[in-house]
């Protein structure tokens, strides 16, 4: 008998979201297991500083004691600053490491000085950051849009730096992400990095001339000028 197969649990849709800034960098991880091996990886294999992705693995290893405070566990973050993607408008050769889990760790570089972290929460090693959060609540797509109002005036991630790409939203129900860019995001990604050419507009035709295009009568051959012979179907062909 074939097996059964359950229908999966649809999650509600009006639960909490938490909305951070996207970055545009490049994935990175760390993995840290029981007995303590260090793992680096981008978002699709695992790399080494001999084979490495923008220098992530490279500068995780230099950092190995402070990442190593992250605890066993895969850490997700984006890789990003200078050379990567935007650059941020950080100095040559400054990178950072911004973790994704915002339920767990604060950003100790912040704009708010904190005796010591939330209850629940830990501060992120010296050498992280965490990616800024813009709003929790009720999602709704009037919150996103509230979101992405708050980097109207430039990245929270990088003061300053006015081209900010969009945000992520976490849906905590369904455990799911979506992301939302502030342009391009009804074309996908590379839009905004490769937009669409506007075409020129077409000079009108001319009835009087067999329906040519107007631009095209001048280039005529210098040869047929002079000699003012008709034009014959072989000719249009050269002008198309």
């Known amino acids: 008998m074939e097996e059964f197969r359950e229908f999966q649990k649809i999650p509600r849709l009006s639960r909490e979201c938490i909305i951070t800034e996207k970055i545009d960098g490049t994935n990175a991880s760390v993995f840290i297991t029981e007995d303590g091996q260090f793992l680096t990886g981008s ?62 760790w604060v950003d100790r570089h912040g704009p708010f000085l904190l005796d010591g972290p939330p209850e629940g929460y830990a501060f992120a090693p010296h050498c992280c950051h965490v990616v800024p959060v813009l709003a929790i609540g009720v999602f709704s797509s009037w919150l996103v849009v509230a979101a992405l109002d708050r980097l109207r005036d430039g990245s929270l991630a990088a003061p300053g730096f006015k ?22 995001d009804d074309e996908g990604k590379h839009a905004e990095a490769h937009p669409k050419k506007e075409k020129a507009p077409r000079p009108p035709k001319d009835p009087s001339k067999g329906g040519r295009r107007i631009e095209q009568i001048a280039f005529l051959w210098p040869e047929r000028r002079k000699a003012a012979s008709p034009v014959t179907p072989s000719h249009r062909l050269a002008w198309c």
């Open 43 to 104: 978002r699709t294999r695992w790399i080494q500083p001999e084979a490495d992705n923008f220098g992530f693995s490279h500068w995780a290893h230099e950092h190995k004691d402070e990442l190593l405070t992250l605890g066993p566990g895969h850490h997700f973050g984006e890789w990003w600053g200078h050379g990567i993607q935007r650059g941020y408008g950080l100095l040559k050769g400054e990178r950072r490491f911004s973790l994704f889990n915002t339920g767990h």
């Open 163 to 184: 081209n900010p790409e969009g945000v992520v939203i976490f849906h905590t129900a369904s455990n799911t992400l979506f992301k939302k860019t502030i342009f391009g």
